[in-house]
């Protein structure tokens, strides 16, 4: 099911101009927690929110070492 869903959004970026692709991805994850909020709750959408956001600051800490200073 995952790979229907990323080929879905995979679709959607190519179509859309490069400056709107940003804020389809925000609005797609808002209405992602949106949903998982509905159906599972907000301690599961918290969670999952929290689990996105740690991810991004690891990559970010990630990307950092491997730039040359």
Do not use: H, N, Q, W
């Not at 959004?9 to 859309?16: F, G, N, Y």
């Not at 692709?21 to 301690?43: H, K, N, Y």
């Not at 969670?47 to 800490?61: F, I, N």
């Amino acid at each position: 099911m995952s790979a229907a869903i990323s080929d879905v959004v995979a679709s959607a970026l190519r179509t859309l101009p490069p400056e709107t692709r940003g804020r389809f991805l925000r609005d797609l994850m808002a209405t992602a927690a949106a949903g998982l909020t509905a159906l599972e709750g907000e301690r599961a959408c918290g969670e999952a929110v929290y689990r996105l956001a740690d991810a991004v600051v690891g990559a970010g800490r990630s990307e950092a070492k491997r730039r040359p200073r």
